[in-house]
């Protein structure tokens, strides 16, 4: 491994749907052996977007409050850093930069949860699959990617493959590897989300030949189980460093908006 392992994206309570203190995800990291943790709680968005998904901007200072203390409880045992999984879409990118601005964090994924109005990642919604163009669904969801990587507001891109997560494949895969050049380009890593193994679809984002595809790009993978209760923290990391190094892939982490390893 190039560097030490850590699970960088994992969520608390404040975003309204995870269990367990961050306290308790510390103590699960510490338990599964890993070197350090980076929270990643849904950011605050303005609050017509996605409301019963994220903390309020009024929660945020508890929320640094609630790693803060992390921190202080596991120093010395664990590495504990503060980040933040914000939301790209569009016509947000104002209210994500002053929030941004808000404290020194040390890690920001940038991820795409709605196309248009349409949560497409939220189990209530799934029907619309049924009347979306598959092809075109993918297209649209990866000029967002591109959008979010070309905003320079994060430092890597969340589960890159997301809308597979009920099973639904991309049908070509043209535009996921123009969404991988331009986040060459831009500088990003990706999000290695181990979460897919538990979701219908039952395969990490990115799938295998993504993984491929953006190694030979160069762009790197920060290691996350998307942990939204304390028993997830690590979730099938062997196999991600297996995925990832078998492909010749680098994984890197952040500390205060740098990259290490």
Known sequence: MTAPLFDSHMHTPLCGHATGSPREYAQAALDAGLAGICFTDHMPMPAWYDAPWRMRRDQLAQYVADVQD??????????????????????????????????????????VHYIGAWGFDNPEFTAEYDSRDLAGLYRDYYALAEGAAKSGLFDAIGHLDLPKKFGHRDPDGYAALHALDVIAERGLALDF????????????????????????????????????????????????????????????????RVRHG
């Open 70 to 111: 992390a921190q202080a409880e596991f120093a010395g045992r664990l590495e504990v850093r503060l980040g933040l999984e914000a939301d790209f879409h569009p016509g947000t990118e104002r209210y994500v930069e002053e929030v941004l601005g808000a404290h020194p964090w040390d890690y920001v994924i940038g991820s």
């Open 193 to 256: 989300n181990t979460a897919g193994w538990r979701k219908p679809v039952a395969e990490a984002y990115p799938a295998p030949d993504l993984t491929r595809a953006a190694a030979e790009r160069g762009i790197p993978f920060v290691l996350g189980s998307d942990a939204h209760k304390p028993e997830e923290v690590g979730h099938r990391f062997t196999d991600a460093i297996k995925q990832i190094h078998d492909v010749g892939g680098r994984i890197v982490t952040y500390q205060g």
